[in-house]
């Protein structure tokens, strides 16, 4: 049997971006089949991330320029899960097999009613168990640009049996380590997603002003699944003394939503 063929963001240095580089783990756990990577072009599914706008332009190209050499009609590509990463233009998706995307705002830019909502990483407690027992009070995770931010060494130093966790490590090493945590704060969108999907109360962080995008994405997902709030804290408020219990007593019962959620997750591609 052919392996399908993903697309997903790979960073041009080479380096892991647990965010984009979850998404074949992720496919591979529900279609159970092989996955692999492939270019836009030629792939079968888009996968996880901010990458609809790129996605959009370049699989029409690419279908267009393919018909008109082969004079045959393209299966149209899977678009699951993914989503824009700013306001832009509505787009037309017709030449695009949608069954999921991130948020409601991705899904008005696409011009389509009726889409199901759902970021794949809410079924990282799936693919890798809650542990026993707990190792970290906080775990901390700068996005792959915020990563030298002299404020989360910082952050580590102001709380106890705290953890950085790094987006550049294995993906399912990353969701082990964010289920060993009490809280999660998190510049990463998807650090706030799997800690989510194993029930951990979390906070966003803005570290800088150097993820492309600014709000859009976060408020696509966090409207997804009605969390009511995903601004990002101000660590300039906080004293050297964080009291945990007092910094995460936001109410997290928008966690009930996301068992719904993952069912429609599981079941928009059960046809492949």
Not at 41 to 57: Q, R, T, Y
Not at 214 to 229: C, E
């Amino acid at each position: 049997m052919a392996p399908v063929k993903l697309f997903y963001l790979r960073r041009p240095d080479g380096k892991i971006n647990f965010g984009d580089d979850l998404s074949p783990t992720l496919l591979e756990y529900v279609i159970a089949k092989e996955v692999v990577w492939a270019p836009i072009a030629s792939c079968d599914i888009v996968g996880i991330g901010s990458i609809l706008g790129k996605a959009c332009k370049r699989i029409q190209i690419a279908k267009y320029t393919t018909r008109k050499i082969l004079q045959r009609k393209e299966k149209k590509t899977i678009i699951w899960g993914s989503g824009f990463i700013k306001e832009r233009r509505p787009v037309t998706s017709t030449h695009l097999d949608v069954r999921l995307v991130r948020g409601p705002k991705t899904s008005n830019l696409l011009k389509r009613n009726n889409l199901p909502f759902g970021d794949p990483g809410l079924l990282a407690a799936d693919i890798v168990p809650k542990p026993n027992e707990k190792k970290y009070s906080l775990g901390i995770i700068p996005h792959f640009v915020d990563a030298q931010s002299s404020m989360v060494s910082h952050l580590q130093n102001s709380v106890r049996h705290s953890t950085i966790i790094s987006v550049e490590e294995e993906p399912k090493t990353v969701l082990r380590k964010i289920s060993e945590c009490d809280f999660i704060m998190s510049s990463s969108l998807h650090g706030l997603i799997v800690a989510d999907s194993y029930g951990i109360p979390n906070l966003r962080l803005r570290l800088s002003d150097k993820i492309i995008g600014g709000d859009f994405k976060f408020l696509d997902y966090a409207r997804s699944i009605d969390r009511p709030n995903v601004m990002p804290i101000n660590l300039q408020n906080l004293t050297n003394d964080i009291q945990l219990d007092v910094l995460f007593e936001n109410d997290q019962s928008y966690q009930g939503n996301i068992h719904e959620i993952k069912c429609g997750i599981m079941s928009s591609i059960d046809d492949l």
